[in-house]
């Protein structure tokens, strides 16, 4: 679009109009740039050369709405017929810009139409660092798939079903209570999945359907519009994350380039050095 404006007092030699400041709203499918060009024109100029500039600015795609760690992967085919791992597993993700303290936080689980979580309590330590992932290991059925990566924090007395059932994610260590503890004190994330009678939103995500795919939270974790039918997709295979799996989205490397030269040179030498430092 174009925007134009006019002034009708003078302008003094050397001297500026005040700044002008455009808002603008960025749509959400907006392409990856966006090129401002500016021109003015006046009586008296004494240099129209120097009258338009452009200026590209980059836009960032935007990461999500997750405003809080997630329960970002789910996955209960461990050592089951056919698995992909050889452990259940349950996967975290910090969309946040700092470090956050998970040493009084637990994940519980309960089957789809199940209220009784203390047993299946794992409670966690240490932190998970911004924009990572922290894997929780849990129980396996038989030596079939591949071992998980080093997990976070491991309770391999905690077996869930592959197809259905129920995950939250708790900010202390005390046991939930009740079928559907969606939306009490403390429930930080929750997640059912298959039948489960209690989720996020409009109903549960979809089940894997077999001991091969997991259930995983879209745009690597960042997504979060508390409705874990739409929330979630299916991954195939399951892809676990632990706290050594790179940031998402990756830090991109940042070359840059400085001169370290400092002196002069004198005509006719030979062999004078001009450091640069990438």
């Known amino acids: ?33 966006v090129t401002f060009t500016t021109a003015v024109s006046g009586g008296g100029d004494a240099n129209s050369a120097n009258n338009s500039f452009s200026d590209i600015t980059l836009i960032n795609p935007s990461l999500g709405s997750a405003t809080n760690v997630v329960i970002s992967q789910v996955y209960g085919g461990g050592g ?3 698995a992909t791992y050889q452990n259940d597993f349950v996967e975290l993700f910090n969309p946040l810009s700092t470090p956050v303290n998970l040493s009084t936080w637990s994940v519980q689980y309960a089957s789809a139409a199940g209220s009784s979580w203390s047993n299946n309590k794992v409670n966690l330590a240490g932190s998970i660092q911004p924009h990572h992932y922290y894997l929780i290991q849990l129980a396996s059925q038989a030596a079939v798939g591949v071992a998980l990566p080093t997990p976070d924090a491991t309770d391999t007395g905690i077996m869930m079903s592959a197809s259905n059932g129920k995950v939250a994610l708790v900010s202390s260590q005390t046991a939930l ?10 429930v930080v994330d929750f997640v059912g999945y298959g039948t489960a009678d209690a989720f996020e939103g409009s109903g549960p995500a979809a089940g894997p ?70």
């Open 1 to 33: 679009g174009n925007l134009t404006g006019t002034r009708s007092d003078a302008l003094a030699a050397g001297a500026s109009y005040p700044p002008i400041t455009v808002t603008v709203t960025v749509a959400a499918n907006a392409p990856a740039s």
């Open 80 to 82: 089951n017929s056919g």
């Open 177 to 186: 209570t009740g079928a559907n503890p969606v939306g009490t004190g403390g």
């Open 209 to 278: 359907g077999g001991n091969v795919n997991s259930m995983m939270r879209k745009n690597g974790g960042y997504t979060d519009a508390n409705d874990n039918t739409n929330d979630f997709a299916l991954a195939t295979p399951a892809a676990p994350r632990n706290s050594a799996s790179p940031a998402y989205p990756a830090t991109a490397a940042d070359l840059t380039v400085s001169k370290t030269h400092a002196g002069t040179f004198t005509q006719g030498d030979v062999g004078d050095s001009y450091p640069i430092t990438v």
